[in-house]
């Protein structure tokens, strides 16, 4: 599904800032697997997502989508079979444009010069009550006028609503509060399950790892430290990470924040 | 001069510039880029408006000064996407070239009289001899064009494609993740907007018989300002009145601008009045939210903490 074979980037090569983020790293990730990853700040769990969505093209190595290599594919064109949702609320709306508006331009399938139809706004107003988030009744209101909450879910269903091969999280729960994350994270794991969605999550909170998908990946310093599927990784605790991560890493690495968060 | 003849020749300015002013609306309220080409696409339109109609075709000069000046929107937009130059530079670079093209257009002059030239203007001049509207034939050419124009701005804000620009100038990254290039977004704006500029260059040359290579100086500013005085009176968000605010604005603008004339201010004035319009219609929600809310009690604050 998708292929990372052995990628390398450098990032202000020759600079004093120069910082290796990934060196032959190589990642395989099946159809329909939901995998979780954890790793302290700047393990690169961020980065391999911006590899994966194009943001930036590796100096060395390949990536492949279903058997198609993206390597060099500008962002706007994996966007179509990549959704890919954010920390922050605001950056997968737009916040001056109606929730209908910023549902038809990520679920239109007219051409350039094609309007909204009824029909289509209908069909948002179905997906919306989905959420549950009183969405379907403001889909006049400015995006901007929504709470962190309703952005999210609002992103999470433009970015899964054609249905796309891959879909990234980076951490997408992580600035609302607990009650409202909680909510996301059951519309996640509808959606995903749902539509059979191969899903990459990334998180710092050891337990929504453990909770959530199939397979869990740790990383540390652009590495991958530990890899588990299936029952292994059902039967790992939270306790047994952080023994892990000691043995790997040696150093402390689990913040507060990874432990309560 | 009458009061009559007086006040329309106020519309008919604030309407033509008005197309300007919506073109300002698609590129900076809509796409968030600040357009400095403006003066320069004004004056191509202008220069290519005369000459095609010097040439013998008033109908084609219209269009051809709208394509000349949607080319001119197209380099902007290529430097500032595909050559990553900074949006305000870019601009800057393609007015200043295009001081030399639209001297070259001329036909290395700096002047071109269009006092016996068949134009628009003539034609529907000639059209309403003997009617009632015979007097304002100006206005009604013009008032025709700006109601095409808020059709075509307020329909093609409606098409996916606009909504598209729309989402450029809000989050460029959502727009990305909607599998749309923000490039061709940002270049089918301005070639979009560019068009209007152009439009809007072509008639005030044609309705005031002539063009000199100084007729778009000052353009983007005189814009702005009225675009900011349209933001201020209709304040409501809607696709339909947010245009009908850009052109309310520039009548406005023009309004003031003849009072202030008669009050006998020198015409020259003209520029560093709208630029004071443009600072303080920026900075006045800043100045007033520092005096009144949080951040003027924190400098408050502040300045009692130092004193203690």
Redesign the interface.
């Known amino acids: 599904m998708l292929k990372i074979d052995t990628i390398s980037k450098i990032f202000d090569k020759g600079s004093l800032n120069e910082k290796e983020i990934f060196k032959d790293f190589s990642l395989e990730v099946k159809e329909g697997d939901f995998v979780t990853i954890i790793g302290s700040n700047g393990a690169g769990k961020s980065s391999l997502f911006n590899a994966i969505f194009g943001t930036f093209i590796p100096d060395e190595g390949h990536i492949y989508l279903d058997g198609e290599e993206i390597t060099d594919v500008p962002s706007h064109k994996r966007a179509r079979n990549i959704g890919y949702l954010f920390q922050d609320p605001r950056s997968g709306t737009a916040p001056n444009m109606t929730i209908e508006e910023n549902l038809f331009l990520a679920g239109g399938d007219g051409g350039w010069l094609s309007v909204n139809q009824k029909k289509k706004t209908e069909e948002f107003v179905e997906k919306l009550k989905l959420l549950d988030m009183d969405l379907e009744k403001n889909l006049k209101k400015p995006v901007g006028l929504l709470s962190g909450g309703q952005r999210q879910a609002l992103s999470l269903l433009m970015a899964t609503y054609s249905k796309p091969k891959l879909l990234l999280l980076d951490e997408h729960t992580a600035a609302l509060d607990p009650k409202t994350a909680e909510k996301v994270l059951a519309l996640t794991d509808k959606i995903v399950n749902g539509d059979k969605l191969t899903c990459l999550m990334i998180t710092h909170s050891m337990e929504m790892a453990l909770n959530y998908g199939n397979r869990l990946i740790m990383m540390n310093d652009g590495k991958i430290i530990y890899d588990a599927e299936g029952e292994e990784k059902k039967n790992q605790t939270i306790d047994g990470l952080l023994k892990l991560f000691r043995d790997k890493d040696g150093a402390m690495m689990a913040s507060d924040r990874m432990l309560l968060g | 001069m009458s009061l009559v003849s007086l006040l329309q020749t106020t519309l008919l300015l604030g309407l033509i510039s008005s197309l300007t002013v919506l073109a300002l609306y698609v590129s900076y309220t809509c796409l968030n880029v600040c357009d400095l080409s403006t003066d320069g696409a004004f004056t191509l339109g202008a220069c290519v408006g005369a000459v095609v109609a010097l040439a013998g075709h008033p109908i084609l000069s219209i269009f051809a000064a709208m394509a000349a000046a949607s080319v001119s929107g197209f380099i902007t937009a290529f430097l500032q996407t595909k050559l990553n130059i900074n949006s305000l530079l870019a601009g800057i670079v393609v007015n200043t070239g295009l001081f030399s093209i639209n001297i070259a257009i001329m036909g290395n002059t700096s002047l071109l009289n269009l006092n016996k030239t068949k134009t628009i203007f003539t034609m529907v001049k000639d059209l309403l001899k003997g009617t009632a509207f015979e007097e304002a034939y100006a206005v009604i050419i013009a008032l025709v064009f700006v109601v095409i124009a808020i059709i075509c701005i307020v329909l093609f804000m409606?098409?996916?494609?606009g909504?598209?620009i729309?989402?450029t100038g809000?989050?460029p990254?959502?727009?990305?993740?909607?599998?749309?290039?923000?490039h061709m977004t940002t270049i089918v704006g301005l070639c979009f907007s560019n068009a209007f500029t152009g439009l809007s260059g072509c008639l005030l040359a044609q309705s005031q018989k002539g063009v000199n290579i100084d007729i778009g100086v000052g353009m983007v500013t005189v814009a702005l300002a009225s675009l900011l005085i349209g933001n201020t009176i209709i304040r409501k968000?809607s696709s339909i009145l947010k245009p009908v605010s850009a052109v309310l604005g520039a009548v406005i603008f023009r309004l003031v601008y003849t009072i202030a004339l008669r009050l006998h201010m020198q015409a020259y004035m003209l520029r560093l009045i709208s630029s004071v319009i443009v600072v303080i219609a920026l900075a006045g929600p800043y100045i007033v939210s520092t005096l009144t809310g949080s951040a003027g009690k924190k400098i408050k604050n502040r300045r009692r903490k130092e004193d203690a």
């Open positions: 409606k098409t996916r494609l909504l598209a729309r989402a809000d989050n990254r959502m727009v990305q993740s909607s599998s749309i290039n923000p968000n």
